[in-house]
């Protein structure tokens, strides 16, 4: 069982898809933990590295996903905690997918992905090795 922290950073008020995931996630056997609205990078890598976690899991729609998956990829490597993965989705224009991965972020996925994407690319990419994802 992989342990995920599905977040919302930033200012965007709108929860409804992180929830959806976050529980799709915990149904696929995953245990998850949802930080809520309105938090920072900061609260959000402590919370994974409080709980051990093995991915992070950001949902951005406010335009300001750049900013807010580069500033945690920063955290993570000041932490030296680089082995937690990150991905994410909400709206991200597709130019700034690859810039993203560049960065270190994992996957993007992009408004219409669904629960079954989202719950089929963690366990393709991290099922064989639970303890430590890929």
């Keep these: 069982m992989l342990r995920i922290v599905v977040a919302k ?5 709108h929860d409804r898809g992180a929830k959806v995931v976050a529980r799709a996630l915990r149904d696929a056997g995953h245990e ?6 309105h938090q920072t990078p900061e609260q959000i890598v402590e919370t994974a590295l409080q709980e051990d976690a093995d991915l992070i899991g950001l949902s951005v729609l406010s335009g300001a996903h750049m900013t807010l998956f580069r500033r945690i990829i920063e955290l993570l490597g000041e932490r030296d905690a680089r082995d937690i993965v990150v991905f994410g989705g909400g709206i991200v ?5 690859a810039p993203l991965q560049e960065l270190g972020v994992a996957k993007i996925f992009t408004p219409g992905a669904t629960t079954g994407e989202i719950t089929g690319w963690v366990t393709e990419h991290f099922a064989d090795s639970p ?3 890929a």
């Design 131 to 133: 303890e430590t994802p």
């Design 9 to 13: 950073p930033g200012l965007d008020g």
């Design 32 to 37: 998850v933990v949802y930080t809520g609205l």
């Design 93 to 97: 224009p597709e130019e700034d997918v």
